[in-house]
């Protein structure tokens, strides 16, 4: 009777070691599915983030390179039709004075 007591002890003990690996095994398939999910979305956000970052600096780069040349052309024009309206109305105002 001792015996079959103890053989019954250790089925019950074997049958609760399964059901707790088979929940082990459950949760950890679970863990695993979320950390997949979890690594997708980091690295999405990284790319996201870098994109980003070209957005704004692109931009910035191009102008510094490309501005400069522009503004200079335009303030020499803007220079130059000045001195021609200055120099109009002062040979204006030269011919009516004298």
Same mark, same amino acid.
């Given at each position: ?15 609760? /070691? ?6 082990? /095994? ?40 490309? /501005? ?13 039709? /000045? ?16």
């Amino acid at each position: 009777m001792d015996s079959e007591n103890k053989q019954n002890q250790q089925n019950k003990e074997e049958a609760d /070691l399964e059901k707790l690996l088979k929940q082990n /095994l459950t949760i950890s398939q679970e863990i695993l599915d979320i950390s997949r999910y979890i690594k997708k979305y980091v690295f999405w956000k990284k790319v996201i983030g870098l994109v980003k970052v070209f957005i704004i600096l692109v931009p910035i780069i191009l102008g510094i390179i490309y /501005l400069p040349p522009m503004i200079e052309k335009g303030l020499s024009n803007i220079n130059d039709n /000045l001195n021609n309206h200055l120099s109009n109305i002062i040979n204006s105002n030269n011919e009516d004075g004298q």
